[in-house]
């Protein structure tokens, strides 16, 4: 499944952070680095990301991790800090839109934020207040030219796949955007959604694209620039 990959892809750079940044000798480990994301067809911003693995990785069984963002947009610079993982920034009538998936709580649950008032950061809004035509993934990937395999050898590409968003696809129902809207079309909860199998799934998308005909972006996913520092003991 495209979301147990993304958990793989995960879990395999906190490893090769540990290993590179130490970890295991009680420090904590920096990844710092510029994200091109596009928030609104063909209309690109860059971020400055900041995630930081404590040297434990998990604290009292919780996650030892916090991710910080920061943009310019409309003359001011946008900040958010959390523990949970950025998968969506758009932007809808001039202000920006933030969905992160939160795997620091059990279950692990899908939040929603709008730009405030102040145009500095972000608040937590409710999930039905979401504009739902710009409910979609376009953060948290690995490699753009990364696939698996489908039937007859067909190659599935995760970031093709956030890009057509196409409710007539059996494999986009296993999308992290699948369950999102699925989520947004129930009002039930992430982790309840994404136990629903393909076909049931297919009909709640088919249902939730054509209610809501979603602002697809062109390219979704642009490569980073990285550059990951140890920090000082912990």
């Not at 067909?154 to 970031?159: F, G």
Request: with cysteine.
């Amino acid at each position: 499944m495209l979301i147990r990959r993304a958990f793989i892809s995960i879990v395999f750079v906190g490893a090769l952070l540990e290993l590179v940044g130490g970890c295991g000798d009680g420090r904590q480990v920096t990844e710092k680095d510029r994200e091109t994301v596009e928030v609104a067809p063909g209309q690109f911003i860059e971020i400055e990301r900041e995630d930081v693995l404590g040297a434990s990785r998990f604290v009292d069984g919780i996650r030892d991790e916090s991710t910080a963002l920061a943009t310019p947009w409309d003359g001011k610079t946008v900040r958010w800090k959390g523990s949970q993982v950025p998968a969506s920034l758009r932007a809808s009538e001039g202000k920006l839109h933030l969905i992160t998936f939160d795997r620091v709580k059990d279950p692990p649950r899908l939040r929603f934020y709008r730009q405030n008032g102040a145009g500095d950061g972000f608040d937590e809004i409710e999930a039905g207040n979401y504009p739902k035509n710009i409910a979609m993934q376009n953060m948290w990937f690995g490699n753009p030219n990364d696939f698996s395999r489908g039937a007859n050898g067909r190659k599935i590409y995760e970031v093709e796949m956030a890009r057509q968003l196409d409710p007539e696809d059996i494999y986009f129902a296993d999308s992290l955007t699948a369950n999102l809207w699925c989520q947004l079309q129930t009002g039930k909860p992430y982790h309840e959604v994404r136990r629903l199998g393909s076909e049931q799934k297919q009909a709640i998308l088919r249902d939730f694209a054509a209610a809501h005909p979603p602002i697809k972006l062109t390219v979704v996913k642009r490569m980073t620039t990285q550059a990951t520092q140890p920090a000082t003991q912990g």
